[in-house]
């Protein structure tokens, strides 16, 4: 199976910083990764897919790259509805994975 | 409008068996790949298993021989068979359009409890 490393599993920001976050595959998994963000009680949503393509209505200080192994996740300028868990996930090989999720509070 | 509802969740007892549905609106379930992907209390997300168009599936190790995913598409939904189940599959369950692609939609999930 292939496991997914994130990192970190949480942060603190303030409103306006630039936010990384890693995910690492145990194996090459080309640009197939996705980002979702959940809020507390809600689904999560999809903000970017194929590494690095923003999904529809996803606001432009998102970004993700990366390919292979190692991917990020940034945001360029936080905003107080950014604060929510992250996740990345690889749809390369069966079993498909999530990495661990990032928290990003205050 | 594109929808998914999820149902059929419930307090369960260990080694008892549930079957979630999904039952989806605005598209056709046998056009796309549906998913479930769950939520243990507090924890991360789990995916758990899919199913193709054509019908292939594919699970995660942890429900591999205990969970079956299966579509009727006369009724436009999606299942989920879950056998065996024992207190760590206890979870918010969300059926999922296209996980990765273009389309993708979420359900609001589906309480499984495991517990005597």
């Known amino acids: 199976d292939i496991e997914m490393t994130q990192s970190p599993s949480s942060l603190s920001a303030s409103v306006g910083d630039r936010v990384t976050i890693t995910c690492r595959a145990s194996?090459?998994?080309?640009?197939?990764l996705a980002w979702y963000q959940q809020k507390p009680g809600k689904a999560p949503e999809r903000l970017v897919y194929a590494a690095y393509l923003l999904q529809s209505g996803v606001p432009s200080r998102f970004s993700g790259s990366g390919s292979g192994t190692e991917f990020t996740l940034t945001i360029r300028s936080l905003q107080p509805e950014d604060f929510a868990t992250y996740y990345c996930?690889?749809?390369?090989?069966?079993?498909?994975?999530f990495g661990q999720g990032t928290k990003v509070e205050i | 409008e594109v929808q998914l509802v999820e149902t059929g969740g419930n307090l369960i007892q260990p080694e008892g068996s549930l079957r979630l549905s999904c039952a989806a609106s605005?598209?056709?379930?046998?056009?796309?790949?549906m998913t479930w992907v769950r939520q243990a209390p507090g924890k991360g997300l789990e995916w758990v298993s899919l199913i193709y168009s054509a019908g292939t599936t594919y699970y995660a190790d942890s429900v591999k021989g205990r969970f079956s995913m299966s579509r009727d598409n006369s009724k436009n939904t999606v299942y989920l068979l879950m056998n065996s189940l024992r207190a760590e599959d206890t979870a918010v369950y969300y059926c999922?359009?296209?996980?990765?692609?273009?389309?993708?939609?979420w359900g609001p999930g589906t309480l499984v409890t495991v517990s005597s």
């Open positions: 999922v359009r296209d996980l990765v692609g273009y389309d993708n939609t």
């Open positions: 194996q090459g998994i080309r640009n197939d």
């Open positions: 996930l690889q749809h390369n090989g069966y079993p498909w994975t």
């Open positions: 605005g598209f056709t379930v046998s056009d796309n790949y």
